[in-house]
């Protein structure tokens, strides 16, 4: 071991052994003093909430609106025909490239995950827009 080495070895231990002698160096200092005592008030205890199914709780949720089917003339917007899996998909398989070229390490792993990198984007890109 190097002499710096020892000497913060040294040092930590004399800090972490003065840690507690110094706490019992407090504690005996204050063994002959007693402590005062005061008075204490006692409330009532708050009354309970109950959480608790009653007849009037269950006689509002029976009333239900009767929920309408939207208007005809209402614009709606067709789904694209692809649907979100074929994005979901790419992002996935650019994910397990860059998991797969990491294993693979030296050029080969590189150009792997950098194609991997490339397919999750651009599923990515085609998912958000």
Not at 66 to 87: L, W
Not at 94 to 109: C, F, P, W
Request: aromatic residues 4%; proline residues 7%.
């Amino acid at each position: 071991m190097s002499s710096t080495h020892s000497w913060l070895v040294a040092v930590g231990a004399a800090l972490v052994f003065a840690a507690p002698a110094s706490a019992q160096q407090a504690a005996s200092a204050n063994a002959g003093v007693t402590p005062a005592v005061s008075a204490v008030q006692v409330t009532a205890p708050a009354p309970v909430l109950s959480l608790a199914p009653t007849k009037e709780s269950a006689a509002l949720s029976l009333r239900v609106t009767p929920v309408t089917a939207p208007a005809a003339s209402a614009a709606m917007v067709p789904m694209p025909a692809g649907g979100q899996s074929e994005n979901v998909a790419l992002m996935i398989v650019g994910g397990a490239a860059l998991v797969v070229g990491s294993v693979i390490h030296g050029d080969t792993g590189t150009i792997v995950m950098v194609s991997g990198g490339v397919i999750g984007l651009i599923g990515l890109y085609r998912y958000l827009r």
